[in-house]
């Protein structure tokens, strides 16, 4: 797991920097039902450098938006982007009582988490703090994304994965447990996040491909398959990221 505190500085540039994070909030705002001009409550977990966030609240100036992310070193960043609308708080333990906000939103937060259970008590505290009606948005699948049929995709076949803890299908069910429905789903493209033969084995090498630390015998041997391939700073097809919605009922 990335240190998140060391790694915020340079977050934004080392993933797609603004032309990423406005993909995102495009799409995430496309689920979220209602217009610009609607007023109501969201919450972004997991904000990071506050990045997105900033754009969710640009694009619906109406709607209180409030930013939450447990490492401090986002925290700080997404604070200086959204001066007294960014709080530090556990995902698992939302500080918010029940039907607080219109809309949750969580971008790249659910594959960082350790497993199903996890998982489910994350997306249970979105749901609890949901006000009836209201919307879940989250990204989903994150991993599956940087397939995209490259070569270098075909070098990297054999390395070891973990189960994706937020694979659709199971997000899907644990929003179910929650009391959510489907409610649509959207994808946005990774601008600039294609990966090179290059810039991949530097990754590898410095422990980005989680299950695989940086002195597993491994890495090198799929470095070596990295390193023979033709064109090495070129970055092959950017990632698309697949979004889903789920819907909390309305009262009866």
């Given at each position: 797991?990335?240190?998140?505190?060391?790694?915020?500085?340079?977050?934004?540039?080392?993933?797609?920097?603004?032309?990423?994070?406005?993909?995102?909030?495009?799409?995430?705002?496309?689920?979220?039902?209602?217009?610009?001009?609607?007023?109501?409550?969201?919450?972004?977990?997991?904000?990071?450098?506050?990045?997105?966030?900033?754009?969710?609240?640009?694009?619906?100036?109406?709607?209180?938006?409030?930013?939450?992310?447990?490492?401090?070193?986002?925290?700080?960043?997404?604070?200086?982007?959204?001066?007294?609308?960014?709080?530090?708080?556990?995902?698992?333990?939302?500080?918010?009582?029940?039907?607080?906000?219109?809309?949750?939103?969580?971008?790249?937060?659910?594959?960082?988490?350790?497993?199903?259970?996890?998982?489910?008590?994350?997306?249970?505290?979105?749901?609890?703090?949901?006000?009836?009606?209201?919307?879940?948005?989250?990204?989903?699948?994150?991993?599956?994304?940087?397939?995209?049929?490259?070569?270098?995709?075909?070098?990297?076949?054999?390395?070891?994965?973990?189960?994706?803890?937020?694979?659709?299908?199971?997000?899907?069910?644990?929003?179910?447990?929650?009391?959510?429905?489907?409610?649509?789903?959207?994808?946005?493209?990774?601008?600039?996040?294609?990966?090179?033969p290059r810039s991949t084995i530097a990754d590898l090498r410095r422990g980005w491909f989680t299950v695989l630390r940086p002195d597993d015998p491994r890495v090198e041997e799929l470095a070596a398959r990295l390193a023979a391939l033709p064109d090495q700073n070129r970055r092959r097809p950017d990632p698309r990221f697949a979004v889903r919605a789920f819907r909390k009922p309305p009262a009866a």
């Amino acid at each position: 797991m990335l240190d998140y505190d060391k790694e915020a500085g340079a977050y934004d540039e080392s993933r797609g920097g603004e032309a990423r994070a406005a993909a995102a909030a495009d799409a995430v705002l496309g689920l979220i039902p209602g217009p610009a001009d609607a007023p109501g409550r969201l919450l972004d977990l997991a904000c990071g450098t506050g990045i997105v966030t900033r754009r969710l609240a640009a694009a619906r100036p109406a709607l209180q938006v409030t930013g939450a992310d447990r490492a401090d070193g986002m925290a700080r960043l997404a604070t200086a982007r959204l001066p007294g609308a960014v709080l530090l708080a556990d995902s698992r333990r939302l500080p918010f009582p029940d039907g607080t906000f219109d809309a949750v939103t969580t971008v790249w937060l659910l594959h960082l988490l350790a497993g199903a259970d996890e998982v489910r008590a994350v997306v249970a505290e979105c749901a609890r703090v949901l006000r009836p009606g209201g919307v879940y948005v989250t990204t989903v699948d994150k991993a599956a994304a940087h397939d995209v049929g490259s070569d270098v995709d075909a070098a990297l076949a054999s390395r070891p994965r973990r189960p994706a803890a937020d694979a659709a299908d199971a997000v899907t069910a644990h929003a179910a447990s929650g009391g959510l429905t489907p409610a649509g789903r959207a994808a946005f493209r990774g601008h600039g996040q294609g990966r090179s033969p290059r810039s991949t084995i530097a990754d590898l090498r410095r422990g980005w491909f989680t299950v695989l630390r940086p002195d597993d015998p491994r890495v090198e041997e799929l470095a070596a398959r990295l390193a023979a391939l033709p064109d090495q700073n070129r970055r092959r097809p950017d990632p698309r990221f697949a979004v889903r919605a789920f819907r909390k009922p309305p009262a009866a």
